[in-house]
């Protein structure tokens, strides 16, 4: 039950791109289709963003979208919003109803 | 509207046993995985247990095997955390979630514990 890795900050400018990158193993990321991600702004709780790899929950801006190829799944912000500034940590399915978590990304909006 | 609301959580000395409670609305709640997942301060996300709609599945992270119990009530759509033999890491917010391994759709605010004497 390793965590997933992430880079630890990314950043970009308004109305730029960034991704966001999730290395796993075969054991988690590459072996299920069960990766999600979540925004967590400072003081608050963790909000869903994408699950099962690249599918948006209702209300969430199809800015946001998310892939995987092997054993790293990605999270890509379109159009940067100062709002877009967060903690963004991914999750996947690690077997036997286990889940594991990345160690989160800062993303700054410059 | 979806709510979570949990409680239980506060100062605990260590080798103490806080039971975590989660207050299920505005959902079917015995239609649905449930998850607990902490945060230390300053730290990321970890999952914790989840449990099965009917209670008859459980799972846990590895370091808390054998002393956290996961469980729930459907008829009064709650979700607990018995929480046993506390260690200073297991200071954190504690987070009630729904959802099992496919996402965790929906969070409460948390409930702090500090495990410390």
């Not at chain 2, 449930?34 to 099965?52: C, D, F, H, T, Y």
């Not at chain 2, 459980?58 to 996961?70: A, E, P, Q």
């Not at chain 2, 009064?76 to 506390?86: H, P």
Request: with cysteine; charged share 15%; proline share 4%.
């Amino acid at each position: 039950q390793s965590a997933l890795t992430q880079p630890p900050s990314a950043s970009g400018s308004p109305g730029q791109s960034v991704t966001i990158s999730c290395t796993g193993t075969s054991s988690d990321v590459g072996g299920y289709n069960y990766v999600s991600w979540y925004q967590q702004h400072p003081g608050k709780a963790p909000k869903l963003m994408i699950y099962e790899v690249s599918k948006r929950p209702s209300g969430v801006p199809d800015r946001f979208s998310g892939s995987k190829s092997g054993n790293t799944a990605s999270l890509t912000v379109s159009g940067l919003q100062a709002e877009d500034e967060a903690d963004y940590y991914c999750c996947s399915c690690a077997g036997s109803n286990n889940l594991v978590f990345g160690g989160g990304t800062k993303l700054t909006v410059l | 509207e979806v709510q979570l609301v949990e409680s239980g959580g506060g100062l605990v000395q260590p080798g103490g046993s806080p039971r975590l409670s989660c207050a299920a609305s505005g959902f079917t709640f015995s239609s649905y995985w449930m998850s607990w997942v902490r945060q230390a301060p300053g730290k990321g996300l970890e999952w914790v247990a989840n449990i099965k709609q009917d209670g008859s599945e459980k799972y846990y992270v590895d370091s808390v095997k054998g002393r956290f119990t996961i469980s729930r009530d459907n008829a009064k759509n709650s979700l607990y955390l018995q929480m046993n033999s506390l260690r200073a890491e297991d200071t954190a917010v504690y987070y009630c979630a729904r959802g099992g391994q496919q996402q965790l759709g929906h969070w409460g605010q948390g409930t702090l514990v500090t495990v410390s004497s």
